[in-house]
C-alpha cells in the first residue's frame, strides 16, 4: 500500500520514458494541440462580439451591420463547435489507443516473465499494472497535456488581447496572476496531501468490511461486536474528520479563486471606469475586460491542477517502466528461438518428439528470492513413464521439482535433461507442449466446456473431447448442464463445484495428450462419489506417462514407483514406499496421521 | 428492541439522513445566499456605467440605491469610482464566506451521513445471523457497503444540494433579467428547458454507454485476471499466443466502446457549447435592438448579459442532476436490501443462567434448509457439568452442525427438539451470554488485522499482558510467538504475518482460554498441528481448565479417548455412546476404527522389524 502512494520523481514529469508508445501517435497529438490552441483563441474572441454589440449597436446607435454580425458569429461559433469536437474526439481516442497498447504491451510482455516474477509480485499488483497505471499514463498523454494546452493557450490569448486592447489597464490585472498561483499552488499542495491520507483510511475502511464480514463467525462466537464496532467506528471518524479538514481546504480554495476573480473586476472596474468616463475607453471595451478579468481565475486553477496530477502519474510511469524493464530469468537462447522459435511464433516443424525420460544431474537450485539452497548436488534418473510422488507438509516446498522439470525456474547449478539434452537447448514453449498440468485448486478459464478442454489441443474434436471426459468418467457432467459442451462455466468456472472443476482439468490435461504429467492433488474435502471419481481418473491419467504427482492420497503414494519426500524445502528421504515405512522416519509420520483420519471418514461413510 | 423495517427508499433515506439534516439546512441557506450575493454585482455594474459613467438615473433596487446614497450618492461616487470597486470587492468577499461555508456544512453534512450509514451498515451487518451470511456473498455486501454508499453520498452532498442553488440561482437570476426587460428575458429563458431537457437526454444516453465500456472494462479485467491467477497453466499448456490474442481481441473491443462513450461526449460538449452561444447571439442582438429602440439601457445589457452567463453552467448542471436521479434510486435500493434483513434476536425476558450445569441435547433434529437432507436426526446425549465429552465422526457427519447449534449460530426451530443448560431451555437465554459462556475454537479460524497480543486478549475483560503471555504458553503457542522479531506485537492478517494453519489454530486456543468460559469447544482444532504438539496441548489444557466442561471433536482416538465420554456420530445420528472402555468392550464402530488406527501402527512396526 505504501508503494502506490509513494512519491517519485522523474525528469520531465517521466514523459520521455513513454515517448516511445506514443510515437505512432504523434501527427495525431500535434493536431490535436494545435486546435486546441485555435479553440482556445476563438473562446477568447468571442467576448469582442460582446464588446462590437455594446459599442455599435448600442453606442453608435445602429444596427447596419446585425447581418454580417450574424454571419460571422454563426461561422465563427460553427467552425469553433467543429474544431471542439475534432480535439476532444482526438484526445479521447489518442487516450483509449495509447491505454490499449501499453495494456497489450504489459499483457504480452507478463506472457515471457519466468515465474520468479509471478512468485514476487501479487495478482492483484500485477494486475494493477495491466489495468490501472496504462489507464493513467493514457490519461497523462492525452486530458492533460491537453489541459494545459488548451488553458494555457486560453489564458495568454486573453492577456494579449487585454494587453493590445489597454495595455495600461491590463498590468494592473497582470499583477494578480503571481499572487493567484502563488496561493493556489498552496492549496493545492495541501490538498494532494490529504487526499492521500483519505485514501488510505477509505482503503482501511473497506478492509474492516471484509474483515466483519469475512470473520463474522469468529467475531460472534468471541462475541466482540462491541469491540470491532467501536474500532470501526474510530476509522469512520477518522474519515469524517480528515475528510471535513479537506473541504476546508478545498472550499477556501474555490473561495479564494471566486473572490480573486472578484478582485480584478473591481480593479477593471474602478480603473477602467475613470477612462471610460474620460472618454478614453469605450463602454464595450470595459465590458470586455470585466469579462476576462472574471474568467481569468479559472485557467489558472486548471494548470496547477494538472500539474499536481502529472506529478502523481509519474508514479504510475516509473511502475510500469519498471515491468517493461524486467527481464525474464528463464529465457530462451538465440539460437534456440532461431531453431524452434519463441512464444508467440514457434517454428512447429523443428519440433523433435518428447519422450519423457528426466534426469537430474548435480542440481543445486535456489529460488531467485530466496537466500538458501533448496536442491545440493540433486541427482535424480526417472525413466520415460515413471511414477513420482512427492509428498510432505503444506508449505513444505513440493513444487520446487515441478518447477525445476517445467523449466519454471532454472537450476542455479547442475542440469536437468530431457530425453538425454539439456532442458536449455529446446525452447520452453516445446516443452510446455508437452506437459500436461493439473493444479490442485483448478483453473478454469471463462468460456465454454468445449473452449476449456480444448484449451491443450485447440483442434480437438467433440468426439476426442467426449472421449478424454469419459476416460475420466466425467461425462455424466454434461448432462447436468443445459447446454453440453456450450455449456458456460462462469469466470474462473464458478458455475461449477470443485470436483467437477477437477474432473474437466484431468479431462483438459489428456486432451492435450502429454508425454510428462504434472499433477497437485486437492486437500479439500469433496463428496465421496466425486473424490472417487477423481481417483480413478488419476489412475487412468498417468498410465503410461512420466508422471510428478504432488500426492495427498495414500493410494496414490502407496503405488508409486519412487515417493519423495519434502521437509523445509529440501528432500529428506526418497524410497518406495514399504522400504519407508521401515524407516519410521517422516514419511511415516505423515502416512500415519494421514491414516487416522481416513479411517474415520471410511467409516462414516460406510 | 424492534428493529424499524424500510419500507419505502425515501424512509431509508430519511433514516440515514437524520444526524445531518441540519447540517444540509445551514449549506442550502448559505447556498442561496451566495447565488443572492452573486447577483449584486452585476446589478452594481450595471449602475456603475448608467449612472456614474453614463448619465442615466440609478436604476438600483431599493436597498442597493440606499447603500449607494449613505456613500455620498451618485455624485461623490462619480468622483471616487475607487468605492465602487471596494464595493464590488466587499460583496464579493461576502459571497465567498457564503460560498466557503456552504461547502464547509455540505461537507460535515455529507461527511455525518456516510459515518452514519458504514456504521449503521456496519453495527447492523454484525448483528445478523450467522444463516444471513451463509447466502449472501461477501464481495457483494463489500461492494454494497463502499460504492452504494458512495453513490447515495455523491448524490445527497454534491447534487442534491446543488440542485436546490441552481434553482434559487435560476429563479433569482430570471427574476433579475425580468426586471431589466421582460421580453428580452423571454427570448433567453426560451433556451432553458431546451439546455436542460437535452443535458438529460445525453446523460441518460453517456449513462448507458457507461455501463456498457464498465461491462467490457469487467471482461478485459477478468481475463487479465485470469491469465496471472492460471499463469501455470497457460504455461504449462504453451498457450501464450491464444492468450494474447484473446487479451488483444477484448482490449480492442473494449476501447472502441470508450471510444464510442467519447463520440457521446464530445457531441454533448460541443452542441452545449453551440446552444449556449447561440443563446448569448440571440441575447447580444435583440438586446441590442432593445437598447437601440431605447427599452434598455446599456449599463442593464451589460448586466443581462452577465446574468444570462451566469445561468449556462447550473442549467446544465439540472439535467445531470435528473439523470442520476436513478442512479442513485438504484443505490439506495441497494442497502434497503441489507438494512431490512432481519437481525438476531432473543425471546422477550431472556435469562443469563449460570453455565457450569449439564447440557443436554434432547430429541435434537436439523437441516439447513426446509426440504433439505437432515443433518442432525434425532439426536440426544448429556454433558456432566465439568466432563469431557468427544466426538468422532466422519466429515459430514453432523458433528460441527451440533455445535454450531449449542453455540446459538442457527437457532433450532420448533418441534427440532431441545438443547438444555441445566433446567433453562437454549433458546430462552441470551445468545450474546450462551456465546461468552461458550469457548469455542474454530477448525479454520480467522485472525483480526491487529497485533497477536491484540488478537489473543481481544475478547477478554482483562487484557494483562501477563494473562496474555500465560494463555499463549498453554496454547503452546509461546515459542512460536518468541521467534517472531516483534514476539506478541508482530501484525498478523491480512496487512502482516501470514501465521501456518496449527498456529492459528493455537491462536485461537490461546484467544479463548483467556476467556477461562465455563465451556469449551474444540471443533477439530487441533487437526493442523501435529500429534506431539496436540498431545502437550492437551496436557496443558488438563491442568489449567479443572471445572470446565469441555467438548473435543477430532478423528484422532488418542485425541478423545480419554474423555468422560465419547459419541460417534454417523451421517447425523449416533452411532454409539459411551466411555473409551465401554465402547472397546462393544466392538462397533469405535473399536473398529480404534483397532485399524492401532493396528496400523503395528503393522509399521512390524514392517520396521
Known amino acids: 500500500m505504501s508503494e502506490e502512494n509513494k512519491n517519485i520523481r522523474l525528469p520531465l514529469f517521466g514523459i520521455p520514458k513513454i515517448l516511445p508508445y506514443v510515437k505512432k501517435y504523434r501527427v495525431r497529438i500535434a493536431m490535436m494541440f494545435a486546435m486546441g490552441v485555435i479553440v482556445s483563441l476563438i473562446d477568447s474572441i468571442f467576448p469582442l462580439f460582446t464588446r462590437y454589440a455594446i459599442d455599435h449597436f448600442i453606442g453608435e446607435k445602429t444596427m447596419d451591420t446585425a447581418g454580417i454580425f450574424t454571419l460571422l458569429f454563426i461561422c465563427v461559433l460553427v467552425f469553433q463547435a467543429v474544431l471542439n469536437y475534432i480535439s476532444m474526439y482526438y484526445s479521447g481516442m489518442t487516450e483509449m489507443d495509447v491505454d490499449r497498447d501499453l495494456r497489450d504491451a504489459s499483457f504480452n510482455h507478463l506472457q515471457t516473465l519466468s515465474f520468479a516474477y509471478f512468485n514476487q509480485n501479487s495478482v492483484g499488483y500485477i494486475h494493477a499494472r495491466v489495468m490501472s497505471d496504462t489507464g493513467k499514463i493514457g490519461e497523462l498523454v492525452a486530458w492533460r497535456l491537453m489541459d494545459i494546452v488548451w488553458n494555457g493557450s486560453y489564458l495568454l490569448f486573453i492577456l494579449i488581447n487585454m494587453l493590445v486592447i489597454n495595455a495600461k489597464l491590463a498590468v494592473y490585472i497582470l499583477l494578480l496572476v503571481p499572487a493567484a498561483s502563488l496561493l493556489f499552488s498552496f492549496f493545492q499542495s495541501r490538498l494532494v496531501v490529504l487526499n492521500r491520507r483519505i485514501r488510505e483510511i477509505n482503503s482501511k475502511i473497506t478492509g474492516n468490511f471484509n474483515e466483519g464480514i469475512t470473520g463474522v463467525r469468529s467475531i460472534k462466537t468471541l462475541v466482540i461486536e462491541d469491540v470491532i464496532g467501536s474500532d470501526f467506528r474510530k476509522d469512520t471518524e477518522e474519515m469524517k474528520r480528515t475528510s471535513v479538514k479537506s473541504t476546508r481546504y478545498s472550499a477556501s480554495f474555490s473561495s479564494v479563486i471566486t473572490m480573486l476573480g472578484s478582485v480584478a473586476l473591481a480593479l477593471v472596474l474602478a480603473k477602467g471606469g475613470v477612462l471610460t468616463r474620460e472618454g478614453a475607453m469605450m463602454i464595450g471595451t470595459l465590458s470586455v475586460f470585466m469579462t476576462y478579468a472574471a474568467n481569468m481565475m479559472e485557467p489558472i486553477q486548471f494548470i496547477i491542477e494538472t500539474f499536481s496530477a502529472m506529478i502523481a502519474i509519474q508514479a504510475n510511469i516509473e511502475r510500469f517502466t519498471r515491468l517493461m524493464d524486467t527481464q525474464s530469468d528463464v529465457a530462451d537462447s538465440k539460437e534456440v528461438i532461431a531453431k524452434y522459435g519463441d512464444t508467440f511464433e514457434p517454428k512447429k516443424e523443428n519440433w523433435e518428439k518428447l519422450e519423457g525420460d528426466v534426469e537430474f544431474r548435480d542440481v543445486s537450485f535456489m529460488y531467485p528470492d530466496g537466500n538458501e539452497m533448496v536442491l545440493e548436488n540433486f541427482n535424480l534418473k526417472i525413466p520415460a513413464g515413471t511414477n513420482v510422488a512427492i509428498v510432505g507438509e503444506t508449505g513444505a516446498g513440493k513444487s520446487t521439482l515441478v518447477n525445476l522439470v517445467c523449466r519454471f525456474f532454472e537450476p542455479t547449478k547442475g542440469q536437468v535433461l530431457i530425453d538425454g539434452r539439456d532442458a536449455r537447448e529446446r525452447s520452453q514453449l516445446w516443452l510446455h507442449s508437452n506437459i500436461g498440468y493439473v493444479l490442485q485448486t483448478p483453473h478454469l478459464f471463462s468460456g465454454t466446456v468445449r473452449d476449456n478442454l480444448r484449451y491443450g489441443k485447440p483442434d480437438a474434436s467433440d468426439e476426442e473431447i467426449m472421449n478424454a471426459l469419459k476416460l475420466v468418467s466425467a461425462e455424466g457432467l454434461l448432462e447436468k448442464m443445459d447446454r453440453g459442451l456450450d455449456s458456460e462455466v462462469g469466470e474462473g468456472g464458478d458455475l461449477l463445484s470443485t470436483g467437477e472443476k477437477q474432473l474437466l482439468c484431468f479431462a483438459r490435461a489428456i486432451l492435450a495428450d502429454p508425454r510428462i504429467l504434472v499433477l497437485d492433488e486437492a486437500t479439500a474435502s469433496i463428496d465421496t462419489l466425486t473424490e472417487k471419481a477423481i481417483q480413478d481418473a488419476i489412475d487412468t491419467v498417468i498410465k503410461g506417462r512420466t508422471s510428478f504427482v504432488i500426492a495427498h492420497r495414500l493410494s496414490t503414494v502407496v503405488d508409486a514407483d519412487i515417493i519423495l519426500v519434502v521437509e523445509d524445502g529440501k528432500i529428506i528421504e526418497r524410497g518406495r514406499h514399504a522400504d519407508l515405512m521401515k524407516k519410521k522416519g517422516a514419511y511415516y509420520n505423515l502416512y500415519t496421521r494421514q491414516y487416522e483420519e481416513m479411517i474415520v471418514n471410511q467409516y462414516g461413510m460406510a | ?609
Open chain 2, 1 to 609: 428492541m424492534e428493529k424499524k423495517k424500510f419500507e419505502t427508499k425515501r424512509s431509508l433515506l430519511l433514516y440515514f439522513i437524520n444526524g445531518s439534516k441540519r447540517w444540509f439546512a445551514l449549506a442550502v441557506v448559505f447556498a442561496c445566499f451566495m447565488s443572492l450575493l452573486d447577483l449584486v454585482n452585476p446589478k452594481i455594474i450595471g449602475y456603475t456605467v448608467d449612472s456614474l459613467i453614463g448619465d442615466k438615473p440609478s436604476a438600483l433596487p431599493a436597498y442597493l440605491n440606499a447603500f449607494a446614497e449613505a456613500m455620498g450618492g451618485a455624485g461623490v461616487l462619480r468622483e471616487k469610482l475607487w468605492l465602487v470597486g471596494i464595493a464590488v470587492v466587499l460583496v464579493a468577499l461576502c459571497s465567498a464566506v457564503c460560498r466557503f461555508l456552504f461547502r464547509l456544512f455540505n461537507s460535515i453534512g455529507a461527511e455525518t451521513l456516510v459515518k452514519n450509514m458504514r456504521d449503521t451498515l456496519f453495527t447492523h451487518i454484525l448483528k445478523l445471523p450467522f444463516a444471513w451470511h451463509s447466502v449472501n456473498h461477501t464481495g457483494d455486501i463489500i461492494q454494497r457497503c463502499t460504492s452504494d454508499v458512495e453513490q447515495i453520498k455523491m448524490f445527497l452532498s454534491e447534487q442534491l444540494t446543488s440542485l436546490l442553488r441552481i434553482f434559487v440561482l435560476i429563479a433569482m437570476a430570471l427574476t433579475y433579467m425580468y426586471g431589466i426587460s421582460p421580453k428580452l428575458m423571454c427570448a433567453s429563458g426560451i433556451f432553458i428547458p431546451l439546455i436542460i431537457g437535452y443535458s438529460f437526454w445525453f446523460h441518460k444516453k453517456i449513462g448507458s454507454q457507461f455501463a456498457i465500456v464498465d461491462n467490457e472494462e469487467g471482461k478485459l479485467s477478468s481475463i487479465a485476471q485470469e491469465n496471472l491467477t492460471g499463469v501455470r497453466v497457460v504455461r504449462a499448456f504453451g498457450r501464450e499466443k491464444y492468450e494474447r490474442e484473446r487479451f488483444e481481441k477484448q482490449n480492442a473491443y473494449y476501447t472502441n466502446m470508450w471510444i464510442r462513450l467519447m463520440q457521446l461526449m464530445g457531441a454533448f460538449w460541443t452542441s452545449g457549447e453551440f446552444i449556449s452561444y447561440t443563446q448569448l447571439l440571440t441575447v447580444l442582438l435583440y438586446g441590442s435592438h432593445l437598447a437601440l429602440i431605447g427599452d434598455i439601457t446599456a449599463g442593464s445589457f451589460i448586466e443581462f448579459v452577465t446574468y444570462n452567463a451566469m445561468l449556462t453552467w447550473p442549467v446544465r448542471m439540472l439535467g445531470r442532476v435528473i439523470a442520476n436521479l436513478s442512479k442513485a434510486g438504484i443505490s439506495i435500493e441497494r442497502l434497503r436490501y441489507i438494512m431490512n434483513s432481519d437481525e438476531e434476536q432473543d425471546v422477550p425476558g431472556a435469562s443469563e443462567p449460570d453455565f457450569r450445569q449439564d447440557i443436554r441435547f434432547e430429541n435434537v433434529s436439523y437441516s439447513y434448509t426446509e426440504e433439505g437432507a437432515k443433518i442432525l436426526d434425532n439426536v440426544s446425549f448429556t454433558v456432566k457439568a465439568g466432563t469431557t465429552l468427544g466426538i468422532l465422526g466422519s466429515t459430514g457427519s453432523g458433528k460441527s452442525t451440533l455445535m454450531y447449534l449449542l453455540d446459538r449460530m442457527y437457532p433450532l426451530p420448533e418441534g427440532c427438539g431441545r438443547i438444555m443448560i441445566g433446567d433453562t431451555d437454549l433458546k430462552n437465554i441470551k445468545a450474546t451470554w450462551v456465546r461468552k459462556n461458550i469457548g469455542m475454537v474454530l477448525q479454520e479460524p480467522y485472525l483480526f488485522s491487529r497485533t497477536l497480543s491484540q488478537n489473543i486478549s481481544i475478547a477478554a475483560e482483562n487484557k494483562e499482558i501477563s494473562r496474555v503471555h500465560k494463555a499463549a504458553e498453554v496454547a503452546q503457542l509461546a515459542d512460536a510467538i518468541d521467534h517472531f522479531r516483534d514476539g506478541y506485537e508482530t501484525f498478523v492478517g491480512e496487512r502482516g504475518v501470514t501465521l501456518s494453519g496449527g498456529q492459528k489454530q493455537r491462536a485461537a486456543i490461546a484467544q479463548m482460554l483467556i476467556r477461562k468460559p465455563p465451556v469449551m469447544i474444540f471443533d477439530d482444532s487441533l487437526s493442523a498441528v501435529d500429534a506431539e504438539t496436540d498431545a502437550k496441548i492437551r496436557a496443558a489444557l488438563n491442568r489449567n481448565v479443572k471445572d470446565t466442561t469441555v467438548i473435543l471433536i477430532a478423528h484422532r482416538i488418542t485425541t478423545l479417548m480419554h474423555a468422560d465420554m465419547i459419541v460417534v456420530m454417523d451421517k447425523g445420528r449416533i452411532a454409539e455412546m459411551g466411555t473409551h472402555e465401554e465402547l472397546i468392550g462393544k466392538g462397533g464402530m469405535y473399536a473398529r476404527i480404534y483397532e485399524l488406527q492401532m493396528q496400523q501402527s503395528q503393522i509399521e512396526t512390524e514392517e520396521a522389524i
